[in-house]
């Protein structure tokens, strides 16, 4: 670690200079890269579908957490089926 405090972006410390550089980085990816985590989310998603389906979630304490599913969207809402027509 460095001892000059001059090479410490104080700007990025706080959460709004924190969130403006993760969206800074975000900008700066390829349509194929965003694709990509798109995709990684999704598959993060299905396992944690899969280990709440199987109980598998466990709270910080040890005992099995209590989630309520979210319902999963797999098809556009009607109204985007509306618009097509």
Known sequence: MSEDKRDIDWSLTTWEGSRRAQL?????????ERLEAVE??????RRFEEMRAKGEF???TGGT???QAAPSVHEPPSSYED???
Do not use: I, P, Y
């Open 58 to 60: 466990t709270s910080a």
């Open 24 to 32: 800074r980085h975000a900008l700066k990816l390829t349509l194929r």
């Open 40 to 45: 990684g989310l999704a598959d993060v998603m």
């Open 65 to 67: 957490a209590q989630t």
């Open 83 to 85: 618009r097509d027509k």
